[in-house]
């Protein structure tokens, strides 16, 4: 082969894999958008459904006996969510209250750390989510991240001495005795929703 051809050949190789490879990036790219599109919904559906179902449960049964029913209701929610969408959905926290459900594995823990570092730099925790495409050893996975953050109701079970109140202390140390998720003030970053969703690049047009 001479020196033009080969040439030639290594440009249509060059190109031939540029094309191949671009068309399912861009693919990936719009499913991500979508992926995002679909967990900023579930997310926002979610928190305000689980929140309301706390609040309903401390002026129902009172603070004792709701944090008690968490231990039951959130892991129901989580589940619920996830299987009704086809995802995996839980609430994790870089210092977990549930040490099953809560524990934020090395992805999370990362996310949390970052968006840590943006909510010091002045972003708005409303702004921040984080949405990436992410390989595992068996699966690749899209994944969602999006910051809780404390208000006065979250402190009456997870705020400092000042503002927790008393029965929720006690029912913590009963049914949370690893408990780490206490101490927190107003503004606070405490956890985030996280969603996992398998990425399957046959089903991905
Ligand atoms: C009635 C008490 C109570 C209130 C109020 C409350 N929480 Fe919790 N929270 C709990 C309990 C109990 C758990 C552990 C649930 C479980 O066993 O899965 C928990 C778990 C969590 C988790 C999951 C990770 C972990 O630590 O296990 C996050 C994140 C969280 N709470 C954030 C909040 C935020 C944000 C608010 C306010 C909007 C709030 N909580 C209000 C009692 C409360």
Redesign the pocket.
Known sequence: MNHAKRKNLMTSLSLLLLFSGSIPLQAQELKLDEFARQSRRITANF?AII?RR??L??ESIG?FA??????????QA?YEYSIKNNIIL????L?????????ADAWEQAGLQKIQKMLKNGRQAKEIEIVELVPEPAETYYRYMSP????P??????GTEKDI?QE?VS??KL??PN???IGYHLGDL????SIKKVYNPLNEK
Not at 90 to 93: G, I, M, P, Q, R
Not at 190 to 193: N, P, S, T, Y
């Open positions: 928190t929140i706390c609040e449960e401390v603070l709701a944090t008690e029913v968490c231990k039951i209701t959130a892991p989580y839980k609430l994790v926290s210092n977990p209250r549930n040490v099953v459900t809560g524990h809780m953050i404390a208000t109701f979250c402190l009456k079970c997870h109140s929720a029912s913590i049914f949370y408990d780490k998720s405490m956890g985030a929703v």
